[in-house]
């Protein structure tokens, strides 16, 4: 589809070109991550999911988005009804600020409205990892639930009728169930993922002697019962929240420093 106010290209990935386009940011075809992320596409794309990337005039990706029915979302949400949007973004600085995120964001309500969906829905946020709300307000969405620390969860009806979508909650049950030690919540969603999953274990292990508990989230169910609104990676501590995103291992040791964790080989 050919956007003709921007120049732009929107391209849907499909079964047969998951590997003609990098992976975001990632180029290597044997990337552990980026292999885990291709076969959970492949068992999404069965939930319906949509995935689309912008092309420039040079034939280059430039931005990318994903989204399948709220049903199937891969987050910490009730939003059956609408179209859910995991992640949306563009490559680099040069392609920020020329309408490639506002080019995707249009093709997704119209698969919306062809998919007979209430509306579009999504995960915002100021932190890392997800897009912050900016460029959804500045297209027409409306924020309808909040969560701490910086969560918001935004929708554009096409039906004005249509309840909101809601968060799913009980933050704090959630984290308790998970016991004492450590735990990390990890899924295959996000290609980047794997990585630091890994680095966390091996850092765990190897600098404070602790055998990490991994729980691996096979379905959107069990990320709808995630104790994070972003559900897909999380790091847990005697049932306290260390972190609701992927960090690196430097930041890893700064967080167990604040709690006073020390290196038992130190």
Same mark, same amino acid.
């Given at each position: 589809?050919?956007?003709?106010?921007?120049?732009?290209?929107?391209?849907?990935?499909?079964?047969?070109?998951?590997?003609?386009?990098?992976?975001?940011?990632?180029?290597?075809?044997?990337?552990?991550?980026?292999?885990?992320?291709?076969?959970?596409?492949?068992?999404?794309?069965?939930?319906?999911?949509?995935?689309?990337?912008?092309?420039?005039?040079?034939?280059?990706?430039?931005?990318?988005?994903?989204?399948?029915?709220?049903?199937?979302?891969?987050?910490?949400?009730?939003?059956?009804?609408?179209?859910?949007?995991?992640?949306?973004?563009?490559?680099?600085?040069?392609?920020?600020?020329?309408?490639?995120?506002?080019?995707?964001?249009?093709?997704?309500?119209?698969?919306?409205?062809?998919?007979?969906?209430?509306?579009? #829905?999504?995960? *915002?946020? %100021?932190?890392?990892?997800? /897009?912050? $709300?900016?460029?959804? +307000?500045?297209?027409?969405?409306?924020?309808?639930?909040?969560?701490?620390?910086?969560?918001?969860?935004?929708?554009?009806?096409?039906?004005?009728?249509?309840?909101?979508?809601?968060?799913?909650?009980?933050?704090?049950?959630?984290?308790?169930?998970?016991?004492?030690?450590?735990?990390?919540?990890?899924?295959?969603?996000?290609?980047?993922? #794997?990585?630091? *999953?890994? %680095?966390?274990?091996?850092? /765990?292990? $190897?600098?404070?002697? +602790?055998?990490?508990?991994?729980?691996?989230?096979?379905?959107?169910?069990?990320?709808?019962?995630?104790?994070?609104?972003?559900?897909?990676?999380?790091?847990?501590?005697?049932?306290?929240?260390?972190?609701?995103?992927?960090?690196?291992?430097?930041?890893?040791?700064?967080?167990?420093?604040?709690?006073?964790?020390?290196?038992?080989?130190?």
């Amino acid at each position: 589809m050919k956007c003709a106010t921007t120049g732009l290209t929107i391209a849907d990935l499909t079964s047969s070109n998951l590997l003609a386009f990098p992976c975001c940011g990632i180029k290597s075809l044997v990337h552990d991550g980026r292999c885990q992320k291709n076969r959970w596409l492949q068992m999404q794309l069965k939930n319906g999911l949509r995935a689309k990337f912008a092309l420039g005039r040079d034939g280059r990706p430039c931005g990318y988005i994903e989204y399948l029915p709220g049903k199937y979302a891969w987050r910490a949400v009730s939003a059956p009804g609408y179209m859910f949007i995991h992640c949306i973004w563009t490559f680099s600085r040069p392609s920020q600020n020329k309408g490639v995120a506002s080019a995707l964001l249009r093709a997704c309500v119209e698969d919306a409205k062809r998919a007979g969906q209430q509306g579009v #829905a999504v995960l *915002a946020r %100021e932190g890392p990892w997800l /897009a912050n $709300s900016g460029v959804f +307000l500045k297209n027409g969405f409306k924020v309808v639930e909040t969560a701490a620390p910086d969560y918001q969860l935004l929708v554009s009806k096409l039906d004005p009728g249509a309840p909101n979508p809601a968060f799913t909650g009980n933050w704090e049950r959630k984290l308790k169930k998970y016991g004492r030690g450590l735990t990390i919540v990890r899924s295959q969603q996000c290609p980047h993922i #794997a990585k630091f *999953a890994d %680095e966390i274990a091996d850092a /765990a292990v $190897s600098e404070y002697g +602790l055998t990490p508990r991994i729980v691996e989230l096979k379905s959107y169910r069990d990320a709808r019962r995630a104790p994070t609104p972003y559900a897909v990676f999380s790091i847990i501590y005697d049932g306290r929240l260390l972190a609701d995103h992927q960090i690196s291992r430097s930041r890893f040791r700064n967080i167990m420093r604040t709690l006073h964790i020390e290196c038992p080989h130190s």
